[in-house]
């Protein structure tokens, strides 16, 4: 229902929370990447870097949002940025000022040092930098860059606010080195942050964005008199502070929250619409609150008669002057601009907004601009009654499932009795995660096919060679069950994205996942359907190569949902349903076509988690069974395998346990014994391939090393239970390190053979 003109407010304020960094072209990454490789000096990269900002700000004024961000900007991560701030950075990096060596010293890997770690940034696809808290941190604050920026900023003539993550979740995004509490810390970094906002304080800056996520989260033990502590140091200077919660509801931490004291406080209407109304009220009689009602971290565009509705609803509680509207997060997670898409089918185009057309709506609703609600009325409109995004059959066909869909016909004990005589493996068999060295030359093969410089047919006989290259290597190297190696596929989602039906692909919607890593997430707009097989072709020419068993591999329905961009007009479970059942049909091809064992991989399973443990229930529900979903289908004697990668694994275990696979091989190496304690409190019952080594690093482990670790598993899982295999898919890998890896780990899988005789 469209809203009267009238009861229009004149204009709100407006703000944006973080802007992409890469720049429109990605800049940024070929500039830190020339640098990295010697080709570019520290100028020119912090040219590019002082060029991109300027042009950031000036597009984000040009638009008219009223509170511009600075400090966003990052050469690497915006959290190893905040250690550089408070003097946090690790001590195993050195004392003194951070130069820009040591800088991405910290962040990145190299011969002599290893990185510091790196993780998901809430439940988002931005990887950062781990703090490492120990008591020799120095504390010498450096707010170089923050004030560097401010002032780069006022030259252009705009005042901006500045982002600083807050105390609190840099403490607790981080982890204590050797069992040390992170808490302990506080009043050091108390004192760090009261300096740095002297500092800002005396170069006049009126408003701070102070981003605590960390309150959108079930708040550790402790962590809120933390809170009260820290923000009754920083709410003593002049300076106001947005209180800055997002990727959830504030929930049961908003008595908290409030209490604080700020100035004003920002929230996440779009992950969390309820709360607007309880928050709103809760308010200091002076506090702000800032309307995150423009989606930051997906691309479609907003609904201006809901966001519209909501901002007038907390006008009516608060006042015109103490309501701004602003991006629900940092637009870090949207590609840079729409422009540059010229392939996009231009229906799809007028639904989605990236991050320049995010600011636009952001405007237009804080002026109330009846053109613009207009135009988005009409937008949504025409979204809503398109055909294209509602495939009736798959529909239907979601509309009719029943408990058998999401079963195996017997149960996992049967199963392997049927799997066993049929498959005739040996005890502790051999196998890998599915992907073989991705080398330079399997990758110009595949842009040349993809510019037109080669024909299908040149292209597709190289794959066909590079298969029976790599059949060949595996039964060498004596390896039970293999793979095709997966040289088709330039990753593990867009390759099936583009067979699929309701996915669209842009040319330039990059985001920024780490550093100058960047991805192109597929958009899904519509309902998913398959209309032919995906990997049939490549999995039986690569059968018919051998007499060994060989492994279907797919790529699972929670990561496909995952790694893309999902459409917002149907329920997350709906979609990831859909592409199941699409699964389904590739699956059961692949039994079809003679493939007995087929893995499909979930390593994204764990990252769909809601942020509260109270919402995780109801996803894993429905994550489970989309995974059982693609894969009950099969006959009792075709092997099901699931793959797992970079997660704990412990509190999530019975969900994985539900998936029902008949194997499940995890990432391990680097924390075996956590993941098989987790094991042993479980009692997983069905089959595991707990990687048996790290295939991130180029290292070769020998043999007993690897023996030691299945010796290990040997104590908590029993013999018919354990396969042996590598931690994750080994495309990064060279085909030297590979061989000789594998080759010691077939050693260990033989001597296990040896010692477990009569078991
Ligand atoms: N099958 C994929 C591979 O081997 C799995 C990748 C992953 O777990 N991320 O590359
Ligand atoms: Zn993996």
């Keep these: 229902m469209a809203i009267p003109e009238s009861t229009y407010p004149s204009k709100l304020k407006t703000a944006n929370l973080g802007f992409p960094r890469m720049g429109r072209e990605r800049e940024l990454k ?60 690790p001590e195993r990096f050195g004392a003194g000022p951070v130069t820009l060596d040591r800088y991405f010293a910290m962040a990145r890997n190299s011969r002599e040092q290893t990185a510091m770690e790196m993780t998901k940034w809430f439940d988002t696809n931005y990887h950062y930098l781990v703090p490492e808290w120990s008591e020799g941190l120095a504390f010498t604050v450096d707010p170089s860059k923050l004030v560097a920026e401010l002032r780069e900023a006022r030259e ?58 960390i309150l959108a989260t079930d708040l550790p033990e402790g962590a809120a008199d933390a809170f009260r502590t ?79 509705s909501s901002l007038l609803a907390a006008v009516a509680l608060l006042g015109e002057d103490r309501v701004i509207v602003a991006p629900s997060s940092s637009l870090l997670h949207v590609p840079h601009d729409l422009r540059s898409e010229s392939k996009l089918p231009k229906r799809l185009a007028g639904w989605l907004r990236f991050a320049e057309e995010k600011l636009s709506e952001i405007v237009a609703l804080g002026s109330f601009d009846t053109h613009a609600i207009a135009a ?34 017997a149960v996992y004990a049967d199963r392997t009795q049927i799997q066993r005589a049929e498959l005739g493996l040996p005890l502790f068999p051999t196998t890998t995660i599915g992907s073989f060295p991705q080398t330079a030359e399997v990758r110009k093969h595949r842009a040349a096919h993809k510019h037109g410089h080669e024909t299908t047919e040149q292209y597709e006989a190289y794959l066909r060679s590079s298969i029976e290259d790599c059949i060949r290597q595996q039964e060498t190297i004596g390896l039970d069950v293999l793979v095709h190696g997966e040289f088709e596929r330039n990753d593990m989602v867009e390759y099936f994205a583009e067979f699929l039906d309701g996915f669209a692909f842009t040319e330039n919607g990059w985001v920024q996942s780490y550093g100058s890593r960047c991805v192109k997430p597929p958009v899904i707009y519509g309902d998913v359907a398959r ?19 060989m492994k279907g591999m797919l790529t699972g329905p929670i990561t496909i949902l995952q790694w893309s961009f999902v459409r917002n007009d149907i329920p997350r479970k709906d979609t990831a349903w859909q592409i199941a059942l699409a699964l389904r049909d590739e699956v059961r091809d692949l039994e079809a076509a003679g493939i007995r064992i087929i893995q499909v991989d979930e390593p994204a399973l764990r990252e ?63 924390s075996q014994m956590e993941l098989l304690e987790a094991f042993r409190a479980h009692g997983y019952p069905n089959e595991i391939g707990p990687g048996v080594y790290d295939i991130h690093s ?62």
């Design 30 to 89: 070929f500039a830190l990447e020339g640098y990295w490789s010697g080709k570019r000096t520290a100028e020119d990269l912090l040219n590019v870097a002082r060029t991109l900002r300027a042009e950031h700000w000036c597009l984000q004024k040009a638009a008219g949002i009223d509170f511009v961000p600075s400090n966003d900007f990052s050469l690497y991560d915006h959290v190893l940025d905040a250690l550089v701030l408070i003097g946090a950075t």
């Design 156 to 213: 252009l003539g705009i005042e901006t606010r500045p982002v600083i993550i807050g105390p609190l979740t840099l403490l607790l995004l981080g982890k204590g080195v050797r069992g040390f509490a992170p808490l302990t810390l506080l009043p050091r970094v108390i004192s760090a942050y009261r300096e740095v906002f002297a500092q800002l304080a005396a170069e006049d800056v009126a408003w701070v964005q102070i981003d605590e996520p």
């Design 230 to 308: 820290a923000y009754a140091a920083l709410t003593e200077t002049p300076i106001k502070l947005m209180l800055t919660t997002y990727f959830d509801a504030i929930g049961s931490n908003l008595p908290l929250a409030v209490e604080l004291g700020t100035a004003g406080i920002h929230i996440d209407l779009v992950r969390a619409p309820e709360q607007l109304q309880t928050v709103a009220e809760s308010l200091k009689p002076k506090q702000v609150l800032s309307v995150g009602c423009v989606e930051g971290r997906n691309v479609w565009l907003t609904n201006f008669v809901h966001a519209t």
């Design 376 to 409: 988005n009325a009409e937008a949504i409109a025409d979204r809503e009654a398109a055909e294209t995004t509602v495939n009736p059959k798959v529909r239907s066909q979601i509309a009719s499932l029943e408990a058998k869909d999401f079963a195996r016909a």
């Design 531 to 549: 209309p032919r097989s995906m990997t049939v072709k490549w999995t039986e020419y690569a059968r018919s190569l051998t007499s060994r068993p």
């Design 608 to 670: 769909g988690l809601p942020l509260r443990r109270a919402n995780w229930h109801a996803y894993l529900e429905w994550a489970v069974m989309a995974f059982r979903l693609a894969t009950s289908s099969v006959c009792n004697g075709t092997q099901i395998h699931t793959h797992m990668c970079y997660c704990e694994f412990d509190d999530i275990l019975p969900a994985i346990a539900a998936l029902d696979a008949d194997v499940i091989s995890m990432e391990t190496a680097r």
């Design 698 to 759: 180029p290292r070769v482990p020998d043999t007993s090393e690897m023996k030691k670790l299945l010796d290990l598993a040997l104590q908590v899982l029993k013999p018919e239970q354990i396969w042996v295999n590598p931690d994750c898919g080994l495309k990064t890998r060279t085909w030297p390190e590979t061989v000789a890896a594998l080759t010691n780990m077939c050693h260990a899988a033989a001597q296990l053979r040896a010692s477990s005789v009569g078991v």
